[in-house]
């Protein structure tokens, strides 16, 4: 009797968290739509332009999965196709791993890491010339981004932890990380501006190389490529917000989502592509800075 | 450092002598992430680049030769699967030894292309990583001289002295050099040119999970 109940508790314990996983999952996906299809409307407009609707990067989104799915001939069997699962997969996991399960942050850098190794493989395994010049400077971002994102071992030597829950907690009782540790925020949020469509840092899609990474995946497989791009938008933005400005209601959250991607619209539809070195030597310098100057804040407060 | 703050909570573990493989999410996520790019590395085969040529409606077309093919296919097996060992290991000195052969491996692995830039590439790599084996074992050595043990378990639960934290920095710089990360990067881009897709990307991959293994393996040392 006493096993059945327990199993009872277990079965009921995994099905309410698979529904989590799912809603969760859902949202990050709708949200992350708008708001990359906010951030190309509210890039429209400061250029003086009408721009599309802002639900079209969700109406694009589905449409490619109706829409016939072609391979190049030159493409590398299986990693073309298998690519693109991974690339859903692991931000599906950071959703998990984030917004529903408040794990620790080390998987989502993780993640990232393998995010990089996906915009690599996108790239290189279709034959393209264009693909494979993007595959080359997503190696360059990586070598930058990878320490804009090691910022996070300042807030692990800040608040003694890596663990999400823990870190809202802290925050809970001492109050935002934003302002004890300032220059690691500007440094994530540099982090999420190289990830914002048109961004002078987003040197792997840049329009010299037609879409980068994306330009030979077609059909479901380039609907897979903008579902997994809109939820990584929305645990970006959930990551940044959680880690930097404490517990925040669901209204808080929302607002502080929009912000960020207005914000992020407008410098980038006020700034060029900036080319690969340039791009690489600005984020180094950033995060060298960012780093330096916030363990000097530490020792110092 | 509680092993279980940076990764979340422990799902087991192997005492193997002093040395103990210890397994949290963490470790499962990258160990699990490794295992399927080297499959998928193992089954694929590898694209073809075709370029446009100036002046004609010709086109060209590079693409990896059979021998070559089992050649590079070989070492990136091996690269793979170090990479894995490097994430689930709980012993530093082992974990240098993972990463010392994925820098061997990685060079292997673009050293049997024809083409010079890349080789270039290669020979400027392998340069480093040799240069930075030195500060990699000497990094972990200065470790096991001033703790008496290089079990990450163990380690865990030692307050850090200046020699730990010392050897700590000697051992980002070794890792830094054979990953060739930043500033090291400008030596390895290069090598990314040739064809065979799924055998540089073991490459990247290799660099990038060893940094996040590594960030981890910092924190417990000097924390």
């Given at each position: 009797m006493i096993n059945i109940s327990y199993n009872s508790f277990l079965v009921i314990d995994t099905m309410n968290l698979m529904a989590n996983v799912l809603i969760n999952v859902v949202i990050a996906f709708l949200l992350g739509s708008l708001l990359l299809g906010l951030h190309r409307k509210i890039m429209a407009r400061i250029q003086l332009r009408p721009g599309p609707p802002v639900i079209q990067h969700l109406l694009h989104s589905l449409k490619f999965f109706f829409k016939e799915t072609s391979f190049p001939k030159t493409a590398s069997m299986p990693f073309y196709v298998s690519i693109t699962c991974l690339y859903c997969a692991i931000w599906i996991l950071a959703v998990i791993i984030g917004p529903?399960?408040?794990?620790?942050l080390l998987i989502i850098f993780a993640i990232y890491a393998v995010y990089k190794i996906v915009e690599h493989n996108a790239g290189s395994s279709s034959g393209s010339p264009y693909g494979k010049l993007s595959c080359v400077r997503a190696v360059f971002s990586a070598a930058a981004e990878i320490p804009l994102f090691a910022v996070l071992a300042i807030i692990f030597l800040q608040t003694g932890t890596i663990n999400i829950g823990d870190i809202v907690t802290y925050q809970a009782v001492h109050g935002p990380l934003i302002f004890s540790i300032p220059l690691a925020a500007l440094v994530f949020f540099i982090l999420i501006l190289s990830k914002?469509?048109?961004?002078?840092?987003s040197i792997t899609k840049g329009k010299d190389i037609i879409?980068?990474?994306?330009?030979?995946h077609f059909g479901v497989l380039r609907g897979y490529m903008m579902l997994s791009e809109s939820i990584a938008w929305y645990v970006l933005l959930w990551v940044f917000l959680t880690v930097f400005f404490g517990p925040l209601s669901i209204n808080g959250y929302l607002i502080g989502m929009v912000s960020i991607t207005a914000i992020t619209a407008l410098i980038n539809a006020t700034t060029p592509i900036l080319n690969p070195n340039h791009s690489v030597m600005s984020q180094i310098t950033l995060a060298i800075v960012g780093i330096g100057g916030s363990l000097l804040l530490m020792f110092i407060v | 450092m509680d092993i279980t703050t940076l990764g979340?909570?422990?799902?087991g573990t192997i005492p193997l002598g002093d040395i103990v493989i210890y397994l949290t999410p963490f470790h499962l996520f990258m160990f699990v992430v490794v295992l399927i790019f080297t499959a998928l590395i193992a089954m694929s085969r590898t694209e073809t680049q075709v370029e446009a040529e100036f002046g004609t409606l010709k086109e060209s077309k590079v693409s990896v030769g059979l021998s070559e093919f089992k050649t590079r296919r070989f070492l990136a097996i091996v690269c793979g699967l170090a990479t894995a060992g490097a994430m689930i290991t709980g012993d530093l000195f082992n974990i240098t030894l993972f990463i010392a052969l994925i820098g061997i491996v990685n060079v292997g692995i673009v050293s049997a292309v024809k083409q010079v830039d890349v080789l270039d590439a290669a020979y400027q790599y392998g340069i480093i990583a040799m240069i930075s084996s030195l500060p990699l074992f000497g990094g972990a050595a200065m470790i096991l001289a001033a703790t008496g043990t290089l079990s990450l378990f163990v380690l865990s639960g030692i307050a850090a002295t200046p020699m730990m934290i010392f050897g700590a920095i000697l051992l980002l710089i070794g890792i830094a050099g054979e990953t060739g990360i930043a500033p090291f990067f400008a030596t390895k881009a290069?090598?990314?040119?040739?064809?065979?897709s799924p055998f540089i990307l073991i490459i990247h991959l290799s660099s990038l999970m060893v940094i996040i293994r590594a960030i981890e393996v910092l924190l417990i040392i000097v924390t």
């Amino acid at each position: 009797m006493i096993n059945i109940s327990y199993n009872s508790f277990l079965v009921i314990d995994t099905m309410n968290l698979m529904a989590n996983v799912l809603i969760n999952v859902v949202i990050a996906f709708l949200l992350g739509s708008l708001l990359l299809g906010l951030h190309r409307k509210i890039m429209a407009r400061i250029q003086l332009r009408p721009g599309p609707p802002v639900i079209q990067h969700l109406l694009h989104s589905l449409k490619f999965f109706f829409k016939e799915t072609s391979f190049p001939k030159t493409a590398s069997m299986p990693f073309y196709v298998s690519i693109t699962c991974l690339y859903c997969a692991i931000w599906i996991l950071a959703v998990i791993i984030g917004p529903v399960t408040y794990g620790t942050l080390l998987i989502i850098f993780a993640i990232y890491a393998v995010y990089k190794i996906v915009e690599h493989n996108a790239g290189s395994s279709s034959g393209s010339p264009y693909g494979k010049l993007s595959c080359v400077r997503a190696v360059f971002s990586a070598a930058a981004e990878i320490p804009l994102f090691a910022v996070l071992a300042i807030i692990f030597l800040q608040t003694g932890t890596i663990n999400i829950g823990d870190i809202v907690t802290y925050q809970a009782v001492h109050g935002p990380l934003i302002f004890s540790i300032p220059l690691a925020a500007l440094v994530f949020f540099i982090l999420i501006l190289s990830k914002s469509p048109y961004s002078p840092f987003s040197i792997t899609k840049g329009k010299d190389i037609i879409s980068g990474f994306e330009t030979e995946h077609f059909g479901v497989l380039r609907g897979y490529m903008m579902l997994s791009e809109s939820i990584a938008w929305y645990v970006l933005l959930w990551v940044f917000l959680t880690v930097f400005f404490g517990p925040l209601s669901i209204n808080g959250y929302l607002i502080g989502m929009v912000s960020i991607t207005a914000i992020t619209a407008l410098i980038n539809a006020t700034t060029p592509i900036l080319n690969p070195n340039h791009s690489v030597m600005s984020q180094i310098t950033l995060a060298i800075v960012g780093i330096g100057g916030s363990l000097l804040l530490m020792f110092i407060v | 450092m509680d092993i279980t703050t940076l990764g979340g909570n422990i799902l087991g573990t192997i005492p193997l002598g002093d040395i103990v493989i210890y397994l949290t999410p963490f470790h499962l996520f990258m160990f699990v992430v490794v295992l399927i790019f080297t499959a998928l590395i193992a089954m694929s085969r590898t694209e073809t680049q075709v370029e446009a040529e100036f002046g004609t409606l010709k086109e060209s077309k590079v693409s990896v030769g059979l021998s070559e093919f089992k050649t590079r296919r070989f070492l990136a097996i091996v690269c793979g699967l170090a990479t894995a060992g490097a994430m689930i290991t709980g012993d530093l000195f082992n974990i240098t030894l993972f990463i010392a052969l994925i820098g061997i491996v990685n060079v292997g692995i673009v050293s049997a292309v024809k083409q010079v830039d890349v080789l270039d590439a290669a020979y400027q790599y392998g340069i480093i990583a040799m240069i930075s084996s030195l500060p990699l074992f000497g990094g972990a050595a200065m470790i096991l001289a001033a703790t008496g043990t290089l079990s990450l378990f163990v380690l865990s639960g030692i307050a850090a002295t200046p020699m730990m934290i010392f050897g700590a920095i000697l051992l980002l710089i070794g890792i830094a050099g054979e990953t060739g990360i930043a500033p090291f990067f400008a030596t390895k881009a290069e090598m990314f040119r040739t064809p065979g897709s799924p055998f540089i990307l073991i490459i990247h991959l290799s660099s990038l999970m060893v940094i996040i293994r590594a960030i981890e393996v910092l924190l417990i040392i000097v924390t």
